[in-house]
């Protein structure tokens, strides 16, 4: 499993990283695989991580479970916890997925896109 960033930077610094990346693409050159989630200021990088979905990110990362056992090891709220685990899984830090459980219908899986998340901020 790779290394994820999640970034605050200016939106020239992304723009910059994408044009760097079509450039490659019309050379016909291979584009590293990234996973890079930028935000432009941090506001909307607290939008995102709140404090409770970083310890549930640490949870998921220490051991990818469900949806229901994550909201048990929390002592959180499954609700609360499901509303959360879609926020991760949109912004792309978590990948969810359907287990079928035999004779028991199905469950959600989280587990972490990467096992290492790197934090940097350029001001």
């Known amino acids: ?6 970034r605050v930077e200016p939106s020239a610094t992304f723009f910059e990283r994408g044009r760097e990346i079509a450039k490659r ?10 996973r890079v989630l930028s935000f ?26 469900s949806i229901a056992r994550l909201a048990q090891r929390l002592k959180r709220d499954r609700s609360a916890v499901t ?17 079928i459980l035999p004779g028991h219908g199905k469950q959600k899986w989280v587990t972490p896109i990467a096992r290492q998340i790197r934090l940097t901020a350029e001001l």
Do not use: C, N, W
């Open 1 to 6: 499993m790779r290394k994820s960033e999640i």
């Open 83 to 99: 509303r959360d685990v879609q926020v991760l899984a949109h912004y792309g830090v978590v990948q969810v997925t359907e287990k």
């Open 25 to 34: 693409a019309d050379r016909g050159l291979a584009i590293p695989p990234s």
């Open 40 to 65: 432009e200021d941090f506001g909307s990088l607290l939008h995102v991580l709140t404090e409770k979905r970083i310890v549930l990110l640490r949870q998921v990362k220490d051991e990818p479970a």
